[in-house]
């Protein structure tokens, strides 16, 4: 990484927001795109591409919310299922009751580092 390339910053306000969403007796829900490679979310609740997760502690057990992705172990119909969850695939997260949170953009791939190939130009303009 070079020094002025900075990591996602997604991951710290997902964190942010949850302990927010959690610590005002809300439910956090976060919307995901289901078609993200790596998601592992049961494909029976995908509707349009994208699945609503609710991440409160009462709703999952192990819920790792990592800088990598979220993962955490869910019932759907009563089968006990493990999710997996890209943090760029993670579209927003907030609060069921208010729908108080943040939706995210679509993640960019890191613009090509300057130092490497070719060298920036600039030119006079008059």
């Given at each position: 990484?070079?020094?002025?390339?900075?990591?996602?910053?997604?991951?710290?306000?997902?964190?942010?927001?949850?302990?927010?969403?959690?610590?005002?007796?809300?439910?956090?829900y976060v919307?995901?795109?289901?078609?993200?490679?790596?998601?592992?979310?049961?494909?029976?609740?995908?509707?349009?591409?994208?699945?609503?997760?609710?991440?409160?502690?009462?709703?999952?057990?192990?819920?790792?919310?990592?800088?990598?992705?979220?993962?955490?172990?869910?019932?759907?119909?009563?089968?006990?299922?493990?999710?997996?969850?890209?943090?760029?695939?993670?579209?927003?997260?907030?609060?069921?009751?208010?729908?108080?949170?943040?939706?995210?953009?679509?993640?960019?791939?890191?613009?090509?580092?300057?130092s490497k190939?070719?060298?920036?130009?600039?030119?006079?303009?008059?």
């Amino acid at each position: 990484m070079s020094v002025n390339a900075m990591s996602s910053s997604r991951p710290y306000v997902v964190r942010a927001l949850y302990d927010w969403i959690v610590d005002n007796d809300c439910t956090p829900y976060v919307l995901v795109d289901a078609t993200a490679e790596g998601v592992v979310v049961p494909r029976q609740y995908i509707k349009n591409g994208q699945i609503v997760l609710n991440i409160s502690p009462s709703a999952v057990m192990d819920l790792m919310l990592e800088n990598a992705a979220m993962q955490f172990n869910a019932r759907f119909g009563g089968v006990p299922t493990q999710i997996y969850v890209p943090m760029s695939a993670v579209l927003g997260i907030y609060a069921r009751e208010n729908g108080q949170g943040m939706l995210f953009d679509a993640e960019q791939p890191s613009p090509p580092d300057p130092s490497k190939g070719s060298r920036p130009s600039l030119k006079v303009v008059k």
